[in-house]
């Protein structure tokens, strides 16, 4: 039996934020989400969170997760302490207990895997991760002897200038004999710098301590201050762009872009420098993106260019063409082969195929047919200043420059629209629409003579 208990009461005074520390986002995602995932696979028979500092917000963010036990730590007096507060809802479980701190969230699947094929086939009490660090300050001191076995871990703070020099360190990341801890927990005392309960010091209480050291430090990078935030994003970031450089996706300036967990790419696409996405972005095979965009939960088609643009929240069907400078808002979708030029913002419209809007315009609350070619500067009027109203426009429809389509308002199939036209009524297809003053010539004027 495995039950995995990860440590989240705590506040994160060093973050220096409003934000529990265990909800700060890391590529989109929170990093207790992020340490919850990295265990996931190992589908443990229970999983328990303690929550404490603001632990409703906590709880809400996790909300939607299936089979998670939140126990609450109140005050927090320690990571020890935290664990304590398994002894309850862990009554009579038996089996191996993996302690996963809140803020250790780059941990890869295969390292927990082997730490616990390591703690039990040696039937150990305990099993840590460690890493030897260049700079190991602030970490926990593990004091091993040449054959893995564990004696002891000081924390930094509570360390002798010698012991400081010691390179190896706690990762946070334990596995348990859970009964064997359960034993020993209530003898925790809080004689220390910070005078806390530390969990660390039931390593040397218990029988047999080992550790597994980890070839690759950066994996148990844990984050206390902004930091060590923006070092361990740094990380994350150049994982998923080596993840999709090998994928088949260019980078011309790799370290430039920002990719999230949930965005997927197909082969072939090329990302030039400035580029970021966000949420769950899709971009098709031969996409050119960039310089200078930011696609959020953007699904692209393949073929699609984007340049000095922003789309969130809508679907781009392949071979468009948008930008540079176009914003892209929610609700949209585009067909294929649509083009979007300089200073174009779309929201919550429909375009089918082959739609072209290629400078100036506000196309919003619309649907366009296909083919429908869009002047330079026309604008949808959605807004009544209550409410949003619709704008249709029948397939091979253009409309002039400067045209202003005051909604709700449907115009045919073919229909033109006369330049500088405001239209307030609807046009029948096949029909050319002007809506403006007629032009006055004077001739022979010679204007006020003073
Ligand atoms: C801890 C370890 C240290 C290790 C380091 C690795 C202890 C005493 N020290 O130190 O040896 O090198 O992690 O990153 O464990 N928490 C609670 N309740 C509390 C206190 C903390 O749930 O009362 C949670 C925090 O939310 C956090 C985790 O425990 O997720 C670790 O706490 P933190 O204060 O960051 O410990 P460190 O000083 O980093
Ligand atoms: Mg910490």
């Known amino acids: 039996m495995l039950a995995v208990a990860v440590l989240a009461a705590g506040k994160g005074t060093r973050m220096k934020s409003e934000l529990p520390k265990v ?27 303690i929550v404490g500092h603001q632990a409703e917000r906590v709880e809400a963010s996790l909300a939607a997760l299936e089979g998670l036990e ?23 479980f038996s089996g191996d207990l993996l302690v996963l701190n809140g803020d250790v969230p780059l941990l890869r699947p295969e390292t927990l895997e082997a730490l616990l094929e390591q703690h039990r086939s040696r039937g150990a009490g305990v099993t840590l991760l460690t890493a030897r660090l260049d700079d190991p300050s602030g970490y926990g001191r593990v004091m091993a002897d040449a054959s893995g076995r564990v004696s002891a871990i000081v924390e930094h703070r509570d360390c002798s200038p010698e012991q400081r020099l010691n390179p190896l360190i706690n990762a946070g990341i334990y596995c348990f004999n859970w009964a064997q801890l359960a034993a020993v927990l209530p003898r925790l005392s809080s004689d220390n710098d910070q005078g ?57 300036d790799p370290s430039s872009c920002t990719l999230s967990e949930g965005s997927r790419f197909g082969r072939d696409v090329v990302v030039e420098p400035q580029c970021h996405f966000r949420g769950h972005t899709e971009v098709g ?43 892209v808002r929610p609700g949209s ?38 083919g429908v070619n869009v002047g330079a500067g026309t604008i949808t009027a959605n807004y009544d200043g209550v409410r949003k109203h619709r704008t249709v426009i029948g397939a091979g429809s253009k409309t002039g ?11 045919g199939e073919n229909v033109t629209v006369g330049a500088g036209s405001t ?28």
Request: with cysteine; hydrophobic share 40%; net charge negative.
């Open 23 to 49: 909800l700060q986002p890391l590529a989109g995602a929170t990093l207790v989400e992020r340490v919850l995932g990295s265990c996931r696979h190992l589908a443990p028979d229970r999983q328990l969170l």
């Open 70 to 92: 939140f126990v609450l730590q109140q005050p927090q007096n320690g990571t020890g302490h935290a664990v304590q507060q398994l002894l309850e809802p862990l009554q009579g």
């Open 196 to 252: 806390e309960l530390y969990l660390t010091d039931t390593v040397a209480m218990l029988e047999s301590a080992t550790h597994l050291e980890v070839a690759d430090a950066a994996e148990i990078n844990g984050i206390n201050d902004r930091i060590q935030l923006a070092q361990c994003e740094a990380v994350l970031q150049e994982r998923l762009r080596r993840h999709w450089m090998a994928e088949g996706v260019s980078f011309v």
């Open 285 to 327: 095979s031969g996409c050119r993106i960039g310089p200078g965009c930011l696609l959020e939960n953007a699904r692209l088609g393949a073929g699609v260019e984007v340049l000095y643009s922003v789309v969130r929240d809508a679907v781009v069907g392949a071979g468009c063409s948008i930008g540079p400078y176009a914003q």
């Open 333 to 370: 979708n585009l067909g294929e082969r649509c083009h979007l030029g300089n200073f174009v913002e779309v929201k919550s419209s429909s375009l089918a195929s082959h739609v072209k809007v290629n400078h100036l315009s506000y196309i919003g609350d619309a649907d366009l047919g296909a």
């Open 401 to 411: 420059a400067n045209s202003v389509l005051v909604a709700p308002i449907q115009l």
């Open 423 to 450: 239209l307030t009524r609807n046009v029948p297809s096949g029909a050319l629409a002007l809506g403006r003053a007629r032009q006055l010539v004077k001739e022979n004027w010679a204007g006020p003579q003073g």
